[in-house]
């Protein structure tokens, strides 16, 4: 039982390891929804602090940054929750670098609202 187990053990740990990777590149998910005149972008950032979370607008991406600290004694047996964010979204539109944005951001129960105002564009009419 001891090679077999401590490999079987050794094992299970680099799977835990590699699926969390795995979901700290594809997570956190991200909805975006046009809204009366704002783009509404939903993260789910659950188990973040929102002191540890960072948003920035480059262009037509979004940033998002996060990273915590695990905490927790005993012996591991499954961890996959991502231990940091790096994503970045593309965004409907482009924002330009001297233009005010007046974006907001709220942050509860793990989730983070961004509001972005949509400025310009006019309506299209169709003959």
Do not use: C
């Not at 979901?23 to 005149?37: K, S, T």
């Not at 593309?90 to 400025?119: C, F, N």
Request: aromatic share 6%.
């Amino acid at each position: 039982m001891g090679l077999g187990y401590y490999m079987v053990k050794e094992v299970m740990r680099e799977i835990g390891n590699k699926s969390r990777e795995f979901y700290e590149f594809i997570l956190p998910p991200v909805d975006m929804v046009i809204q009366n005149d704002n783009l509404i972008v939903s993260i789910d950032m659950p188990g973040f602090d929102k002191k540890e979370i960072k948003l920035r607008i480059h262009g037509h991406i979004l940033s998002i940054n996060a990273k915590r600290e695990t905490v927790g004694e005993g012996t591991i047996i499954w961890r996959q929750r991502p231990n940091i964010v790096d994503k970045k979204v593309r965004l409907p539109m482009r924002v330009k670098e001297d233009e005010d944005l007046h974006a907001s951001a709220k942050y509860q129960d793990g989730v983070l609202v961004l509001t972005i105002p949509i400025k310009g564009g006019r309506s299209i009419s169709i003959e």
